[in-house]
T-cell receptor
Framework: DSGVTQTPKHLITATGQRVTLRCSPR?????VYWYQQSLDQGLQFLIQ???????AKGNILERFSAQQFPDLHSELNLSSLELGDSALYFC????????????FGNGTRLTVT | ELKVEQNPLFLSMQEGKNYTIYCNYS?????LYWYRQDPGKSLESLFV?????AVKQEGRLMASLDTKARLSTLHITAAVHDLSATYFC????????????FGPGTRLSVLP
């Protein structure tokens, strides 16, 4: 158990809808990262937050947004969903400034129909 | 832009055989991690390599890092079926104001 909690585990929704994925980092970790993993795209970095502030942005679509709250949990909002958004979405956390790897949650499997 | 390559991308091997997976990266970093992912599951941290010449071993897996060559290897000794998974390397460039960059993954299948 990595200590990173993601909910929900599975999400099935229709095109055009909006969903929110939630992540609680490991105790003590201030950084939260979001990744998308689809079959043909590998592991794609979306966005990172550190202690409530956006730290880095990757290949995140404008339809997607995220935030990190004062209690350090993070939410990834996906809107105007398309079939191609179907993927596994992972949250990971780490210590910042230390020689610490990312610790991944179990992911949310999103299916857009 | 940092690029991380893995070779091979697909590997099918017999039980009992040895093999090496290579991870090359294109910029300076002295921190590299290896992860394992079973199908549909999360990524599990295997090795943390934090300096040039670092070598870590766990069971039948051994990882090493050569920062001058910008190369890490994951060596598999006497493979068993339970090692079947996808292995990712990830280069840590947070010291350079950036982030983690993952390789494309090597899908390993160990056949009985």
């Amino acid at each position: 158990d990595s200590g990173v909690t993601q909910t929900p585990k599975h999400l099935i929704t229709a095109t055009g809808q909006r969903v929110t994925l939630r992540c609680s980092p490991r105790s003590g970790d201030l950084s939260v990262y979001w990744y998308q993993q689809s079959l043909d795209q590998g592991l794609q970095f979306l966005i990172q937050y550190y202690n409530g502030e956006e730290r880095a942005k990757g290949n995140i679509l404008e339809r997607f947004s995220a935030q990190q709250f004062p209690d350090l949990h993070s939410e990834l909002n996906l809107s105007s969903l398309e079939l191609g958004d179907s993927a596994l979405y992972f949250c990971a956390s780490s210590l910042e400034g230390g020689n610490s790897p990312l610790h991944f949650g179990n992911g949310t499997r999103l299916t857009v129909t | 832009e940092l690029k991380v390559e893995q070779n091979p991308l697909f590997l099918s091997m017999q039980e009992g055989k040895n093999y090496t997976i290579y991870c090359n990266y294109s910029t300076t970093s002295d921190r590299l991690y290896w992860y394992r992912q079973d199908p549909g599951k999360s990524l599990e941290s295997l090795f943390v390599l934090l300096s040039n010449g670092a070598v870590k071993q766990e069971g039948r897996l051994m990882a090493s890092l050569d920062t001058k060559a910008r190369l890490s290897t994951l060596h598999i000794t006497a493979a068993v079926h339970d090692l079947s998974a996808t292995y990712f390397c990830a280069v840590d460039i947070r010291n350079y104001g950036q982030n983690f960059v993952f390789g494309p993954g090597t899908r390993l299948s160990v056949l009985p």
